[in-house]
């Protein structure tokens, strides 16, 4: 099978890897921005406030948050919605992508501890089922859990029995990859129509979305196994693929480039594209940490600012995490 195949039935099969609830954090086998702070939602939610205030925003549209694994970030939006406006809590309708069984129930019994029966979610199976005037999309490392291929010296991977090896390309990605300039790495498959699906279903639309990346080509793999906090490249001689399949986490670096191409052909405006650090601030990090130390005790303080120092810092996911919004 081709590789994208192989990885997308490594993720998403029967028994793959986001098939159930996996933890994150230092017990999971990986950390998010999410798991690091709750202020990383609370700013994306003041930014998201300030265009309500300028009514740039809908107050009577969707949140809704794709890929939520737990549920955390949406909440962390939530509840800093209700400390600048709580009225928002009754117009605004909130949902969540998912599609997977046992990850939403996991996702409704937090939401359920965080509000009671005060706020009710939505689940979707996919973007495509979501129809609305307004909605303010978030999503937070989705684009490098989409399947890709694997192109090298014009050769596509194929997989059998957990064995990779090589074939020549379609001459349709063959081109694509001339077009930008792509001798060697990872190659995408999905993001045209999940960008299509987006844009068809809701009339107006802000798309906010964090992940690792650049917007150049690297000419070089990024794909990698992650097994509880550790880093495994794909063509490590020490990595066994039957051992890693559907057990660990695979990945690879976003093309933003590519996710940005697809979101303008779909109809979209690219607004932004910064370093994780850079959009915190901008969304107002430093000032509701401000807050948050005028409200609590010195040690609570330095923790919290601490956790917010992984997020902005450029030696740890200020540089590498990338923010892009779009706008429909």
């Known amino acids: 099978m081709q590789f994208s195949d192989y990885m997308q039935e490594w993720l998403y099969g029967d028994n793959g890897y986001y098939r159930n609830f996996k933890a994150i954090g230092k017990s999971g086998d990986f950390y998010t921005a999410v798991s690091t702070s709750r202020f990383f939602g609370a700013s994306i ?61 996991a996702q409704l019994k937090y939401i359920e501890e965080r509000f009671g029966t005060d706020v009710h979610i939505r689940h979707f199976n996919d973007i495509s089922e979501v129809e609305a005037a307004y909605a303010f999309v978030v999503a937070n490392e989705i684009f490098d859990a989409f399947p890709c291929e694997l192109l090298k010296d014009k050769k596509i991977a194929t997989v059998n029995k957990h064995t990779i090896t090589w074939k020549n390309a379609p ?72 051992e890693s399949y559907q057990k660990d986490d695979i990945t690879y670096d976003v093309n933003f480039g590519h996710v940005g191409e697809v979101f303008v052909e779909a109809g979209f405006e690219e607004v932004v594209y910064e370093t994780q650090a850079r959009a915190l601030i901008r969304f107002g990090i430093i000032e509701i940490l401000e807050a948050f130390s005028k409200q609590t005790s010195q040690a609570n303080y330095a923790r919290e600012a601490d956790k917010i120092k992984t997020l902005i810092s450029p030696t740890m996911m200020g540089d590498r995490f990338k923010m892009i919004h779009f706008r429909k």
């Not at 003041?46 to 205030?53: A, C, D, E, H, Q």
């Not at 009577?60 to 890929?67: A, D, K, M, Q």
Request: proline share 2%; glycine share 6%; net charge negative.
């Open 171 to 242: 001459s349709q990605m063959l081109s694509w990859a001339n077009k930008h300039h792509l001798n060697q790495g990872e190659v995408a498959v999905g993001y045209e129509a999940f960008a299509k699906h987006m844009a068809t279903g809701i009339q107006k639309c802000d798309f906010v979305s964090f992940d690792y990346g650049e917007k150049y080509v690297r000419n070089d793999f990024s794909i990698r196994v992650y097994r509880k906090h550790e880093t495994y490249p794909l063509f490590d001689e020490d990595l066994l693929l039957a």
């Open 45 to 105: 939610a003041n930014y998201f406030y300030g265009l309500l205030k300028e009514e740039k925003a809908d107050r009577n549209g969707w949140l809704i948050e794709i890929g939520a694994h737990q549920g955390y970030l949406l909440c962390d939006m939530i509840q800093w919605l209700y400390t600048c406006d709580p009225s928002l809590v009754q117009t605004l309708k909130f949902g969540i992508v998912e599609r997977q069984p046992e990850v939403r129930k």
